[in-house]
């Protein structure tokens, strides 16, 4: 079984092309982190995770809903992780997510997409985001014929940065920069409300038609990237940045 949570849809896009390769249905995980739903889930097939990468690492909240509920059946799973530059030490932490709960950990498949944090990074132009998912539909290809035979992914070589970097960094990453304190919103906006729909957390809300934040936030970057008129801004780093959603 395939499952996936995607914030601008480049994880939504990888497991839809896993799942059509397949003849699987690949099963959005949104609505059941939102409502916190850790109902169990059957399988006979393995389990297929497709997330992004959040400071070189699955996102917390995802990590969360996988302790939380039983994956019953198979008991191998994959991870396809998508992501700006790298996972870097990722699969270390997946690995002993997976020993905790049972499971077959069969690797980590690195799939670099589009730049989609426009808190922190500059986002592609259009033009630019579809010469790098051209370069991915190569590994995503390589992820489906593993997953096909049978076999665990290829290991990667692990630096010292690759280690630093999904540990120290992480650590620090999500207290000092995961909040939702920059994000406001334009005269642009027209209260259509996507964005509270959009926010896995249930972090916005309307107040007399305008978003409001509140104190969670997992920086999925849904709501500022998928505004219809580019009405929310994250600090100054935003303005002028392209909004990317995943075009295919």
């Not at 839809?16 to 399988?43: P, T, V």
């Not at 969360?64 to 799973?77: F, H, M, P, R, S």
């Not at 990667?156 to 650590?171: E, P």
């Not at 909040?179 to 996507?194: E, M, Q």
């Amino acid at each position: 079984m395939i499952l996936y949570f995607s914030g601008t849809g480049n994880s939504e896009y990888a497991a839809k092309r896993i799942g059509r390769s397949m003849g699987e249905e690949a099963l959005d995980l949104f609505q059941r982190i939102r409502k916190n739903n850790y109902s169990r889930i059957y399988s006979e097939k393995p389990w297929i995770v497709v997330t992004p990468t959040y400071a070189w690492r699955i996102p917390r909240i995802l990590e969360k809903w996988i302790e939380k509920t039983q994956l019953a059946g198979n008991k191998d799973i994959y991870f396809v992780m998508t992501c700006g530059d790298n996972i870097g030490n990722a699969g270390r932490y997946v690995k002993a997510l997976c020993d905790k709960k049972g499971m077959n950990y069969l690797e980590c498949m690195e799939i670099i997409m589009p730049e989609n944090y426009i808190a922190l990074f500059t986002t592609p132009t259009k033009e630019q985001a579809a010469v790098i998912i051209e370069k991915a539909e190569a590994e995503i290809d390589k992820a489906i014929s593993y997953i096909k035979s049978g076999t665990p992914f290829p290991k990667r070589r692990i630096s010292l940065i690759d280690k630093m970097s999904s540990g120290v960094v992480n650590d620090l990453f999500y207290p000092v920069f995961v909040h939702a304190k920059k994000f406001y919103v334009t005269d642009d906006c027209i209260s259509c409300g996507l964005c509270e729909k959009l926010c896995p957390l249930g972090n916005i809300h309307l107040a007399d038609g305008k978003p409001q934040w509140g104190n969670q936030c997992t920086h999925c970057m849904a709501c500022i990237c998928r505004c219809p008129k580019e009405a929310i801004e994250y600090g100054r780093h935003s303005r002028g940045l392209p909004r990317y959603t995943c075009p295919k």
